[in-house]
């Protein structure tokens, strides 16, 4: 059974930071690609960022330069460390697999509340 389990999100400050993290369980952690996405009310759930099985990355325009995403194969765990966080980043984030050479295959944890405010 692959079960995403998501940790780190909360309330912050403009301009604050938060880590997130997505322990992974039941996958072979190194033959999948990573990602998270977020979902804020009223709009679509969209990429935020990726990283591949090798280690490339790509992410949303809007969160370049702010986001990092990395990965921990001893851990089965991927994170999402966010700065200079904005109001606008305010969603719902999810934590994403897919494994490497399989189509259309996804499995998603069940996201962490992430709220940008003063």
């Known amino acids: 059974q692959v079960l995403l389990v998501e940790s780190g999100g909360g309330l912050v400050q403009p301009g604050g930071s938060l880590r997130l993290s997505c322990a992974a369980s039941g996958i072979i952690f190194s033959s999948y690609a990573m990602g998270w996405y977020r979902q804020a009310p009223g709009k679509q759930r969209e990429l935020v960022a990726a990283i591949a099985t090798g280690g490339s990355t790509n992410y949303a325009d809007a969160v370049k330069g702010r986001f990092t995403i990395s990965r921990d194969s001893a851990k089965n765990t991927v994170y999402l460390q966010m700065n200079s966080l904005k109001p606008e980043d305010t969603a719902v984030y999810y934590c994403?697999?897919?494994?490497?050479?399989?189509?259309?295959?996804?499995?998603w944890g069940q996201g962490t509340q992430v709220t940008v405010s003063s």
């Open positions: 994403n697999a897919r494994p490497r050479g399989v189509p259309g295959v996804n499995y």
